[in-house]
């Protein structure tokens, strides 16, 4: 009922949740032979080392022989997400959040921007899971992903070198911590096995904490004669990365990093942080890692069946932003209610695995 009160209406404000970033799978490449129809992902991976040429004794002797370069094979199977959201007939009726309440709907307008708007929504859970598939295998080597039960549904075991993935002994933030140690420790083991120079350091909240107040790394930065680092004021650098300054220690020059993004638990409902804050990612920046996208396939478009929704892309993929999702659209038998789908097949992979580890810090 109408009164004599006047209102204005102001524009809508939404909270969907912050905006997922990609801080960690922003390292992963997705050049367009990353997006494919098949089930599995396949790759060849040919392994060399620093071997020098051994010198012989004189002309007449013959050649020594080198092997031919030795390769392996690999096939990993992408894990799925296939999310759908409902709209009832009579939620057409309805006012949606902005519009004027006296103002006749427009059934497909509303139809099309309710289901964009869910869709969207989709999207940002998607995009999180594919963050927290990176994050684990960056801190980890292994994925595993569970529904709201707990229960894994998916895993996958990459297999790195335990070497990669050390414990302190001496957990950061304590006296006798050897945070130079570790991380020196670490990155010669990286150098070893992946032939690439360490060169980045990606701290939980915890571990920079007890980094930048340990007392031997301190020393770096009061020295007043060598630079070996400056801890620089937060500057949030692209995908939600925070650049906290540099270091040197031992043989390299490290850029340091943290991270805040989060997500909520399926299970709990509790925020975790992407990045563990008692860990300590050391990295090759230049090294490769890949996000491949699997489609999935749908009958009715494959055979030409009329589209539900001509409005809805079938298909949205962004090489530059690391996506690939597949919409699908169905109505019930009644007619009374429209179904929108929204699926994806990403897969995570850490191509050059010995160009990373990850220190448990015990920060």
């Known amino acids: 009922m109408s009164t004599e ?24 490449q997705s050049p367009p032979q990353n997006f494919h129809t098949s089930e599995d992902v396949e790759i060849d991976i040919v392994r060399g080392d620093e071997d020098i040429a051994v010198v012989i004794q004189d002309l007449t002797t013959g050649y020594r022989m080198n092997s031919e370069d030795i390769y392996t094979n690999k096939a990993f199977k992408p894990p799925i997400f296939k999310e759908a959201v409902a709209l009832n007939s009579f939620d057409l009726l309805k006012r949606m959040p902005g519009q004027n309440p006296f103002a006749s709907p427009d059934y497909r307008a509303n139809v099309i921007t309710r ?11 998607i995009r999180r899971s594919i963050e927290v598939q990176a994050s684990q295998v960056m801190q980890t080597g292994i994925v595993t992903l569970t529904d709201s039960n707990g229960v894994a549904l998916y895993t996958l075991d990459y297999k790195p070198k335990a070497t990669h993935f050390p414990t302190a002994a001496v957990a950061w933030g304590l006296p006798a911590a050897t945070i130079e140690a570790d991380i020196s420790s670490l990155a010669e083991v990286i150098r070893n096995d992946g032939l690439e120079d360490p060169d980045q350091l990606i701290m939980g909240v915890d571990t920079f904490e007890a980094f930048i107040k340990d007392t031997e790394i301190q020393k770096r930065y009061d020295n007043r004669r060598i630079d070996l ?27 340091i990093w943290t991270y805040g993004g989060r997500y909520k638990d399926p299970q709990t409902g509790t925020k975790i942080s992407y990045v563990d804050p008692g860990s300590c990612i050391v990295r090759s920046s230049s090294a490769r890692l890949d996000a491949t996208f699997g489609a999935i396939p749908n009958i009715g478009k494959e055979i030409g069946g ?36 929204i699926g994806a097949r990403p897969l995570m992979m850490p191509t050059a695995i010995d160009t990373y580890g990850n220190i448990t810090t015990g920060a």
């Open 5 to 28: 009160t006047t209102r204005r209406m102001i524009s809508v404000y939404n909270q969907n949740g912050s905006q997922p970033i990609r801080f960690l799978s922003g390292f992963f």
């Open 115 to 125: 289901m964009f708007g869910a869709m969207q929504k989709v999207e940002r859970k």
């Open 229 to 255: 680092g400056t801890i620089a004021p937060m500057q949030v650098r692209g995908n939600g990365g925070s650049y906290r300054g540099i270091v040197e220690i031992g043989h390299y020059r490290y850029d």
């Open 306 to 341: 009329a589209r539900i929704l001509p409005e809805l892309p079938g298909r949205m993929t962004n090489v530059e932003g690391g996506m690939d999702l597949f919409t699908n659209a169905w109505i019930s038998n009644d007619g009374e209610q429209l179904f929108g789908g």
